[in-house]
């Protein structure tokens, strides 16, 4: 093909090619807008609700002891949920028991110190505690605290204050922190496992944290 025959080709081919590139970026362009709205609608649209979490997820105490953390009621969004929010908690052993202070009341935003008694008579495992916030309007959402209780030693005493450093890792990583570590926020209570000491969790194939840097 000569060099006139493309130029001819390209004429007549730009006249209806152009328009059919405009029109396919600006079907690209509404459709994008209109997810973008759609979206809105139905963030705007949505009814007021409240959030829970729990901070820190985990602890590690021993029996005849009492743990403390702070639950957070919190509300989604913009909008304020004008209900009360009140707590209560599902445990796997009768003998740990929980209470709320404040139990309820307020509506969201606001902060309750969880406060756990473990019983004396407890052994030693890991149990998952489940806080639900039930509003006023029957909402109802839950979040978990897991909590390693450690046993005794055969001397009765609880080991020293120096050794009681413990750390954490996932089930589904090999990975040990802190228990303080923003990380172990992120792992499910279901995953959740203690480590009695470094060597305890190197054992297990684990390796120390970037962000907190554990030992």
């Known amino acids: 093909m000569s060099n006139e025959d493309r130029r001819s080709l390209c ?23 209109v997810v973008i709205i759609t979206a ?50 599902e445990t796997q052993n009768p003998a740990i028991k929980v209470t709320f202070i404040p139990e309820g009341g307020p509506t969201p935003p606001y902060n309750s110190t969880m406060k756990i008694n473990i019983g004396s008579g407890v052994s030693e495992d890991y149990y998952i505690i489940e806080i639900e916030g039930i509003g006023g309007d029957g909402r109802e959402h839950t979040c978990k605290y897991v909590l390693f209780v450690r046993s005794i030693p055969d001397n009765g005493e609880p080991p020293p204050a120096e050794e009681e450093e413990m750390f954490v890792g996932g089930r589904e990583s090999d990975v040990y922190h802190y228990s303080n570590c923003r990380y172990v926020n992120m792992i499910n209570a279901e995953n959740i496992i203690w480590f009695t000491s470094v060597e305890d969790a190197r054992s297990h194939g684990y390796r120390p944290c970037r962000v907190c840097r554990p030992p």
Do not use: H
Not at 11 to 33: D, F, K, L, T, Y
Not at 40 to 60: E, H, Q, Y
Not at 64 to 86: A, F
């Open 11 to 33: 004429q007549r081919i730009r006249p209806w090619i152009i328009p059919i590139i405009q029109g396919i970026i600006v079907g690209v362009i509404v459709g994008a807008i």
């Open 40 to 89: 809105l609608i139905s963030i705007i649209c949505k009814p007021p609700d409240f959030s829970i979490s729990v901070n820190p997820v985990t602890g590690a105490t021993n029996p005849g002891s009492v743990e403390q953390t702070m639950v957070n009621i919190g509300r989604i969004w913009y909008k304020r949920y004008k209900y009360s929010v009140t707590l209560c908690a």
